[in-house]
C-alpha cells in the first residue's frame, strides 16, 4: 500500500530555548525537568511514523500528551520544531506559504470535538462551508455537500437548522464537512469525545462501514484506548509527546510495550478489539465425496479438533461432522463405513471474518466450530468456540488456546508425521 503521510523525527517545542529543551531531550531529561530548568513545554518528541493511503492511524493517549499538537502540525496549523512531515512526499514543515496553503485546501480536511455549525444555516450550508471557502459556486457546492450528508446518512435533514438535530447528529454534520471538499486526508481530533457512550459506539462502527467505500486516510485522535483499537488499522500511544508504542490493535493487546500500556490494556473490551479472523484457524475441510468418515476421524485426531466441515469442490459448505457421531456411526453395525453425508450436521453457525468477538459469543455456546465464510459463502476457516472464550478472557497468550497467524497446526494435515503414520 503506498505510503500517504510520512512522518519523520518531529519534534515540537513550545516556548523561548527551544534548543536548550532539544539538547536535554537528547540527554534523557524528562518533560517536567526540562519545563523547570528551560521553561520550554515538550509538546512532541521525536514522533516518527507512515500511514498508508486508505489506513486508520490512532493516536491514543491521555490529555496532555500531544495528540492535538501532533496533529495541529500535520494540518500546518502549526510547525514543527524540527522534523519533516510529508503528505504525498510534499514537506507540509518546510514549503512555502502558498503550497501550504494549496495542501490544506485540497488534500487534507480536519474534524473536531467542538466545531461550530452556524446556527442559522442549514445542514446543508453547514456541510458545505469549506466549498465556500474554496469559492465554489452555489450549485456545485449543494450537490457535494448533498454527497456527503447521504455518506453520513443525514440526506432527510438537509434542509433542517442544527438546532433540530441531535448531538450525534451535529457531529456528523461536522463529518459531512469535512468529507464534503473530498479530502484525500481527513484529520479527526476527538471527533466523538462529546458524544454518550452509546451514540459514540454508534459513530465508531458507522465510521468503519464508511471507511469500507471512502477508504481515506485517516489520522484520528482519541484517548480512549477501546476507541482506538476498534478503529485503528494502526494505534500509537502517547506518552509525554512520545510514541511508546506503535503497532496493531492485536500486537498491542497481546504484547504491550511497558507498564503504562499494560495498564490501559487491562481495561479494554476485548470483545470488539478481537474479530474472528484474529481466532480463526485454518478450516482443514473435508471434501464431500471423496473424504470418508475414517479420513475425517483421523484429521480431528491429528488437529486434536472434534469436529470439521465439510465443503463442496466449490467450498461452499455442505456441514459439520463431529468426531462423536462418527465414532458411533462406525461402531453401528448397519453403516460400518459411513459417507460423510449421513452424518453431517447441516444446521451449523457462521460469521463473516470481520465479525467481533461479541457477536460471536452466543454462535461459540452451540459448541460446534464456528464456520467463517468469505462474500461468496465460502469457508475461510473456522473458529473453535474455546478460542473464543480464551481470546475473551485474555488467557490465551499464555496458552496454546488461541489461534495466531504463525500458528499453523492446521497444516499439519500435510505433515511428515501424518505420512509417517500411515506408511507404519
Ligand atoms: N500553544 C501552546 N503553548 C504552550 N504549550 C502548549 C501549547 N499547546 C499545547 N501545549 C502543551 O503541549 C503539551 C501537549 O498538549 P496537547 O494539547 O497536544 O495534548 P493533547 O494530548 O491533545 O491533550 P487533550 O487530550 O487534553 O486534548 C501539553 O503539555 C500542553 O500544555
Ligand atoms: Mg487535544
Same mark, same amino acid.
Given at each position: 500500500m503506498p505510503v500517504k503521510l510520512a512522518v519523520r523525527n518531529v519534534f515540537k517545542i513550545f516556548g523561548e530555548r527551544t534548543e536548550a529543551a532539544l539538547q536535554q531531550l537528547a540527554e534523557g531529561k524528562t518533560k517536567e525537568e526540562i519545563l523547570e530548568s528551560t521553561g520550554a513545554t515538550v509538546g512532541v518528541q521525536d514522533a516518527s511514523f507512515d500511514v498508508g493511503e486508505g489506513e486508520i492511524f490512532v493516536v491514543m493517549g491521555l490529555s496532555g500528551s500531544g495528540k492535538s499538537t501532533l496533529v495541529r502540525m500535520l494540518n500546518g496549523l502549526i510547525a514543527p520544531t524540527s522534523g519533516a512531515i510529508l503528505i504525498d512526499s510534499e514537506d507540509v514543515a518546510s514549503c512555502g506559504r502558498r503550497q501550504l496553503r494549496d495542501i490544506r485546501r485540497d488534500k487534507i480536511a480536519m474534524v473536531f470535538q467542538h466545531f461550530a455549525l452556524f446556527p442559522h444555516w442549514t445542514v446543508a450550508e453547514n456541510a458545505a462551508y469549506g466549498l465556500r471557502v474554496k469559492g465554489m459556486k452555489r450549485d456545485e457546492r449543494r450537490e457535494k455537500a448533498l454527497k456527503a450528508l447521504e455518506q453520513v446518512g443525514l440526506t432527510a435533514w438537509a434542509d433542517s437548522l442544527p438546532s433540530e438535530l441531535s448531538g450525534g447528529m451535529?457531529?456528523?454534520?461536522?463529518?459531512?464537512?469535512?468529507?464534503?471538499?473530498?479530502?484525500?486526508?481527513?484529520?479527526?481530533d476527538e471527533p466523538?469525545?462529546?458524544?454518550?457512550?452509546?451514540?459514540?459506539?454508534?459513530?465508531?462502527?458507522?465510521?468503519?462501514?464508511?471507511?469500507?467505500?471512502?477508504?481515506? *486516510?485517516?489520522?484520528?485522535?482519541?484517548? @480512549?484506548?477501546?476507541?482506538?483499537? #476498534?478503529?485503528? &488499522?494502526?494505534?500509537?500511544?502517547?506518552?509525554?509527546?512520545?510514541?511508546?508504542?506503535?503497532?496493531?490493535?492485536q500486537e498491542i493487546v497481546s504484547n504491550p510495550a511497558d507498564d503504562y500500556v499494560a495498564a490501559f490494556v487491562a481495561d479494554i473490551d476485548r470483545g470488539r478489539v478481537f *474479530?474472528?479472523?484474529?481466532?480463526?484457524? @485454518?478450516?482443514?475441510?473435508?471434501? #464431500?465425496?471423496? &473424504?470418508?468418515?475414517?479420513?475425517?476421524?483421523?484429521?480431528?485426531?491429528?488437529?486434536?479438533?472434534n469436529a470439521l466441515y465439510v465443503v463442496d469442490d466449490k467450498d461452499n459448505i455442505a456441514g459439520v461432522v463431529t468426531y462423536q457421531d462418527l465414532a458411533a456411526a462406525t461402531l453401528d453395525e448397519a453403516t460400518p463405513n459411513p459417507v460423510l453425508e449421513e452424518v453431517m450436521i447441516t444446521d451449523y453457525p457462521t460469521v463473516d471474518a470481520d465479525a467481533q468477538l461479541n457477536e460471536l459469543y452466543g454462535a461459540a455456546s452451540g459448541g460446534l466450530p464456528i464456520a467463517v465464510t468469505d462474500d461468496r459463502d465460502r469457508l475461510v476457516g473456522v473458529v473453535e468456540p474455546e478460542a473464543v472464550f480464551a481470546q475473551l478472557s485474555g488467557d490465551c497468550e499464555t496458552d496454546a488456546e488461541c489461534p495466531s497467524e504463525d500458528d499453523d497446526a492446521a497444516a499439519s494435515l500435510e505433515t511428515p508425521k501424518t505420512k509417517e503414520r500411515e506408511d507404519a
Open positions: 451535529q457531529q456528523r454534520v461536522g463529518l459531512a464537512r469535512g468529507l464534503a471538499t473530498e479530502p484525500e486526508v481527513l484529520l479527526m466523538f469525545g462529546a458524544l454518550d457512550p452509546l451514540i459514540r459506539r454508534e459513530m465508531q462502527d458507522e465510521l468503519l462501514v464508511l471507511q469500507k467505500s471512502l477508504k481515506k *486516510t485517516i489520522v484520528f485522535i482519541t484517548h @480512549d484506548l477501546n476507541e482506538a483499537l #476498534l478503529l485503528g &488499522d494502526k494505534i500509537a500511544i502517547m506518552k509525554d509527546g512520545r510514541f511508546v508504542q506503535v503497532g496493531t490493535a *474479530t474472528a479472523e484474529d481466532v480463526s484457524n @485454518d478450516p482443514a475441510a473435508m471434501k #464431500l465425496g471423496s &473424504d470418508n468418515a475414517e479420513d475425517a476421524m483421523r484429521a480431528m485426531e491429528d488437529l486434536n479438533r
